[in-house]
């Protein structure tokens, strides 16, 4: 089976400037893949850094050493040293992202940032906004708040649009920061039918679920970060 | 993605007698890309939005554009006429100040016909359907056209600048803190508005922000300056989320939350 994903030996560190240049370790010696129809959580107690393997694997957090290879365009791209253009161009084509929290665009529809992924892809404007309507609709998000920007919108509301953003295309690599956290049972139990269908399709999911129940519905694997906790290596 | 750059940037330095505006500047830029170069005041953003765009002649290093012919051109070994002509066509510039970018005396409509005559459009009729289509797409009502840029509001001037600089549908567009001095709910409409142009016309863009979150919104790269110098460049929300330098770490600790 496919594997478009591999992490390999990858360290991070935050060096705080403003507080005398103290140096934080994250991780230390990340290394796992995760293959075509598989979901990978990431376990562990909080900041262990699994937030931090996400945000890597994105590409809004630097790498200090180590590779994070994923198959692009019939191509294996390094994330951790490739060019922004390059990483955009990821981003575009392979690799999705529903994060915890969405920064808002003024002025833009929630239906609107829904198919943006999706016209970025060339799909046509309609067609974009119907497979839009079609996950909003799923997600049971009213729809009188469709044509609306979400920045008046309740976290589960707004979490919903971030869900529905990240799932309308068909990325080969999905990453999913805690997509459940402000959902009632009923939406979870629709956002775990998703990651379902994910799979089904050959998508690779990571995610950060700290719902048990939803846990246990999707993970194929769990990965316990508290592993590459650097602490431990240095002693 | 297109392979070649549109810009390419070697090593340029401008020094005001012995005093630095900006110095060892290199990078390339492609289509469709948006730079965002940001810093604090005197940092050498303008210093170096102004070697980059011909108004000002770098003291060293090279700049050199990607002409529609497919050729690379030293900008600073270009004559004169051309370089006019390809800041009216194939460039724009877009003021903080729009008075410095617009005739005020002359119609809102005509602010963006200029631009079309400069490239041999002759057809008034034409011409005024181009600048009608143009303040429409900008948000200034079609019954304004024949008002001149003096009777409008500071954000409406913006915008109609910004209809001036891309109705020769440009490659590259250079501006300068285009959201300095307007208030906050009409920075937002205007960042909408060029977000979504820049999108939809598949431009290159430089601009030059002190403001964080604008630099966030609109671009895809960020290079920092300080004394003149870049000390950390990379993609915008790297840059953001995970700053490495002291300075950068200073800047984004610095931006103030709502």
């Not at chain 2, 210093?47 to 050199?64: F, N, Q, Y």
């Amino acid at each position: 089976m496919a594997t478009p994903l591999v992490v390999s030996e990858v360290a991070k560190s935050f060096t705080m400037h403003l507080r005398d240049g103290v140096r934080l370790p994250v991780v230390a010696n990340v290394s796992f893949s995760v293959k075509s129809g598989e979901c990978v959580v990431l376990g562990g107690p909080s900041g262990v850094g699994k937030s931090s393997i996400l945000k890597m694997l994105y590409g809004n957090y630097g790498v200090d050493e180590g590779q994070i290879l994923m198959e692009h365009d019939g191509k294996l791209v390094n994330l951790a040293t490739a060019e922004p253009r390059t990483v955009l161009e990821v981003r575009r084509a392979t690799l999705g992202y529903v994060s915890q929290f969405r920064r808002v665009v003024p002025r833009v529809s929630a239906l609107d940032i829904v198919a943006e992924p999706l016209q970025a892809r060339s799909v046509a404007l309609e067609d974009a906004r119907a497979r839009a309507a079609e996950l909003l609709a799923k997600l049971n998000l009213p729809k009188e708040l469709w044509s609306l920007p979400p920045a008046t919108f309740s976290g589960g509301e707004q979490q919903r649009v971030n869900i529905a953003r990240g799932f309308i295309t068909d990325h080969k690599i999905l990453l999913l920061d805690e997509p459940t956290a402000s959902l009632d049972a009923k939406n979870r139990a629709v956002v775990v039918e998703m990651i379902a269908e994910k799979k089904a399709k050959g998508t690779a999911l990571i995610g950060i679920f700290h719902d048990e129940e939803v846990r246990d519905a999707v993970a194929d694997r769990i990965l316990d970060v508290s592993a590459f906790s650097p602490r431990k290596v240095a002693a | 993605m297109s392979a070649v750059p549109l810009l390419k940037v070697n090593d340029v330095s401008k020094f005001y007698g012995s005093r630095i505006g900006c110095r060892n500047v290199s990078f390339d830029l492609f289509s469709g890309e948006v730079l965002a170069i940001v810093g604090e005041s005197g940092s050498g953003k303008t210093t170096l939005l102004s070697c980059l765009s011909t108004r000002l002649m770098p003291t060293s290093g090279i700049v050199e554009y990607h002409m529609r012919d497919g050729q690379y051109r030293d900008l600073a070994r270009m004559g004169e006429a051309e370089r006019r002509f390809l800041m009216r066509t194939d460039w724009g510039f877009v003021h903080q100040n729009p008075a410095d970018g617009l005739r005020m005396t002359v119609s809102a409509g005509a602010n963006v016909g200029e631009r079309l005559m400069a490239v041999g459009d002759r057809h008034y009729g034409n011409i005024r359907v181009a600048a009608s289509d143009w303040l429409e797409r900008v948000e200034i009502g079609i019954d304004r056209i024949d008002d001149q840029p003096r009777a409008f509001s500071g954000g409406m001037r913006q915008r109609l600048q910004i209809a001036r600089n891309l109705v020769t549908s440009p490659r590259l567009v250079f501006m300068d803190e285009p959201t300095g001095g307007l208030d906050v709910s009409v920075q937002a409409r205007l960042l909408d508005l060029v977000r979504g142009l820049v999108h939809d016309l598949g431009l290159a863009a430089i601009i030059v922000t002190h403001d964080l979150a604008v630099a966030r919104l609109l671009s895809h790269r960020i290079m920092v300056m300080k004394d003149g110098a870049v000390i950390e460049q990379g993609l915008t929300d790297r840059v953001l989320d995970d700053p490495r330098e002291p300075y950068t770490q200073l800047l984004v600790s610095s931006i103030l939350q709502v």
